[in-house]
C-alpha cells in the first residue's frame, strides 16, 4: 500500500483582524410598482366618498356598533357586517400629534377623529387648527375635496377643520 | 406547556451603525459568542429560527441570506419575521413536539441600512392610512397623547421613565443611548411626535441577539457538566389586537393584559408584583414603559415590584425585530447571574403593541 501522500505546508493564515478592511458599502433602491384592489368593503367607502363626498360606515347587526373605517366583519363580535350608515361629517377629536412624514419632510398633524355615529375612528390630519385649541375632544368636520379633482381615494378626505 | 429551558444568551452592542459587518456577520457575531458561551458546536443544535424583517434587509427571504451565519444547512430551519421574542414560542413549540432537543434562535437588524420610517410606512393599511404617509412615530404620538388624556400618569412621568432608561443604561456596555439627563432637559429636547420628544422614543439601532433553547433533559446535563443554573421557560403567550390605529383604544395596554394573565397562569404566578424580580419590556416609547407595566399587573410607581428595565430597555437600545429577543436575553442573563428567580420578558409587533408576546423565566 503507498504511503500516504504527505500535505504540503501551508502558508501560515493570516488573521482576518490584522488585515486592513476597506469599509465597502453597495447602495441600491428598490422601486417595484403595486396594485392594490381596495376590494368590495374599502372600495365601496373610497367610490361612495368619491361619488357623493359623504363617509359611510359599517353596522354590526349584532352589537350595532359602526367601523369607521368599515370593516366587513364586526370586530368585537366577527359577525359580517353589510348596513351601511352616514357618519359625520363633524366628529369628535380623539388624538392628534405633529409629526414629519419623513425625516427631511415639514411637519404635519395627524388626528384620529372619531365621526359622529360611529364607534371606532379614523385616522387622518389635522387642518389649520391653531395649538391653543387642541384637546381631545375638540370638534371637528371633515373637509372634502371638491367634486371635479375626488377620485375614489382616502385623500379625497382632505383632513379635519375645527367647527 | 411543557417546560423548556434557555442555555444561553448573546447579543452585540447595539449601535447606529456598523459599517464594518454585514448583516449576516453581525448574525454570526452573536452565534458565535453563545457556541463559545454554552460549549455547544453546530453539530449538536437540531434546529433554528431566524428572526429578520426582509424590508429592514432590503432582500427578501432574508431568513435564507443568514443560513451560513446560523449553521442551518442540513437543517429544519425557520423564520419570524416579528419581533423576535415571538421566537420564544415557535422554539418553545419546536421543542415540546419532541423531534428537537436543541433549538437556536438568531435575530438580527441593522436600522442604519435603510430608512425605518419611510419602512414602517408599508405597514400601514394601504387604503386608509398609507396614502396621508404616516410612520411609526406618528403612532407613537398619537398613543401618547390617548394615555395622558387618561390622566392617570403625568407627562412628567413620561419624561422621568425616560431619563431613568438612560441612567440605567450606563450600567449596560451593549446599550446604543446612555446618559444623564433630567426629566426636565427631555421635555425640552427636539420633538419627535409631539407630546414625544427626544430620548423618549426609542433608537434605530444595528445590532443582534441569539439564545439557544433545549428540552429540560439537556438543559440539566447541560448544568450539571458546566456548573450553571437551568433557566426554564417556564410560560410563553401571545396575542394580535384590531390592526388599524383608530380600532383599538391606542392609550390602553390592548390585548397585553390578557397575555400576561395567560402567562402568569401557565407558570403558576398568581401575585406578579411579588413574585416576578426582574421584567424586561419592548418599550418603543416612555408612554410604553409605563402603559406596559399597567398591560402585565403591576403599579404605575416605577419603584415597586419587580426591577423594570434594568437595562435601560427598547428606549436606549432598538435593534429592529432583534429588540423583543434582547429583553429574553437580558433577563436570562439577570437570571443566570443570580440576580432573581422569576423574569419577566416582553416584545411586541404592530404599530404601538398590535400583538404582545410574554414569556416567563425562572432559574430551578
Ligand atoms: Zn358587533
Not at chain 2, 74 to 97: I, N
Not at chain 2, 184 to 194: F, K, S, T
Not at chain 2, 315 to 336: D, H, M, S, Y
Request: charged share 20%.
Amino acid at each position: 500500500m503507498p504511503p500516504d501522500p504527505v500535505p504540503a505546508p501551508l502558508a501560515a493564515p493570516v488573521p482576518i483582524a490584522a488585515l486592513t478592511i476597506e469599509p465597502r458599502a453597495v447602495e441600491g433602491r428598490i422601486r417595484i410598482p403595486y396594485r392594490w384592489p381596495a376590494g368590495r368593503t374599502a372600495g365601496a367607502f373610497l367610490a361612495r366618498l368619491r361619488d357623493e363626498g359623504r363617509l359611510y360606515g359599517l353596522r354590526c347587526p349584532r352589537c350595532k356598533q359602526v367601523a369607521v373605517p368599515p370593516r366587513p366583519r364586526c370586530l368585537a363580535c366577527r359577525v359580517p357586517s353589510e348596513d351601511w350608515v352616514a357618519v359625520g361629517p363633524e366628529g369628535e377629536l380623539l388624538s392628534w400629534t405633529t409629526a414629519p412624514a419623513a425625516p427631511a419632510r415639514p411637519a404635519e398633524v395627524w388626528a384620529l377623529v372619531r365621526l359622529d355615529g360611529a364607534d371606532t375612528a379614523l385616522f387622518h390630519r389635522l387642518l389649520d387648527v391653531p395649538p391653543d385649541r387642541l384637546r381631545v375632544g375638540l370638534r371637528v368636520r371633515a373637509d372634502v375635496a371638491s367634486p371635479t379633482v375626488r377620485r375614489g381615494a382616502i385623500t379625497d378626505l382632505i383632513g379635519f377643520c375645527a367647527v | 406547556m411543557q417546560p423548556v429551558a434557555i442555555l444561553g444568551a448573546a447579543q452585540t452592542r447595539h449601535v447606529a451603525r456598523r459599517d464594518d459587518a454585514c448583516y449576516s456577520e453581525l448574525a454570526f457575531e452573536v452565534v458565535a459568542a453563545l457556541l463559545a458561551e454554552t460549549g455547544f458546536t453546530h453539530p449538536r443544535i437540531d434546529t433554528v429560527i431566524t428572526v429578520s424583517s426582509d424590508f429592514s434587509d432590503g432582500r427578501t427571504i432574508s431568513d435564507m441570506a443568514v443560513q451560513d451565519a446560523v449553521g442551518a444547512a442540513g437543517k429544519s430551519s425557520s423564520k419570524v419575521s416579528m419581533d423576535g421574542a415571538f421566537a420564544l414560542a415557535y422554539a418553545a413549540a419546536r421543542l415540546t413536539c419532541g423531534r428537537y432537543r436543541t433549538c437556536l434562535v438568531v435575530a438580527h437588524a441593522k436600522a442604519s441600512e435603510g430608512r425605518p420610517r419611510e419602512i414602517s410606512r408599508a405597514a400601514f393599511d394601504p387604503f386608509f392610512e398609507r396614502p396621508l404617509g404616516p410612520t411609526d412615530h406618528v403612532a407613537l404620538g398619537l398613543q401618547a397623547r390617548r394615555f395622558l388624556a387618561r390622566g392617570t400618569v403625568t407627562r412628567e412621568a413620561v419624561a422621568l421613565a425616560a431619563a431613568r432608561a438612560l441612567a440605567y443604561a450606563n450600567g449596560n456596555p451593549n446599550a446604543h443611548w446612555r446618559g444623564a439627563l433630567s426629566s426636565r432637559e427631555i421635555q425640552l429636547g427636539p420633538p419627535v411626535a409631539d407630546p414625544l420628544h427626544r430620548f423618549e422614543v426609542a433608537p434605530d439601532s444595528d445590532g443582534a441577539c441569539a439564545l439557544l433553547l433545549a428540552d429540560l433533559d439537556t438543559a440539566r446535563a447541560h448544568a450539571a457538566a458546566r456548573g450553571v443554573p437551568v433557566i426554564r421557560l417556564d410560560a410563553v403567550a401571545c396575542a394580535t389586537d384590531r390592526h388599524g390605529l383608530g380600532d383599538r383604544d391606542l392609550g390602553l395596554p390592548g390585548v397585553l393584559p390578557q397575555v400576561a394573565r395567560a402567562a402568569y397562569a401557565q407558570a403558576g404566578i398568581t401575585d406578579p408584583v411579588r413574585e416576578i424580580d426582574v421584567a424586561e419590556v419592548y418599550d418603543a416609547s416612555a408612554v410604553q414603559t409605563l402603559l406596559w407595566r399597567e398591560g402585565v399587573g403591576l403599579p404605575v410607581d416605577l419603584l415597586a415590584g419587580p426591577a423594570w428595565n434594568p437595562s435601560g430597555g427598547a428606549l436606549c437600545a432598538q435593534p429592529g425585530f432583534a429588540t423583543g429577543l434582547v429583553r429574553v436575553a437580558e433577563v436570562w442573563r439577570r437570571l443566570a447571574a443570580g440576580e432573581g428567580r422569576t423574569g419577566l420578558a416582553h416584545g411586541m409587533t404592530g404599530f404601538v403593541g398590535q400583538a404582545h408576546c410574554v414569556g416567563i423565566l425562572r432559574r430551578a
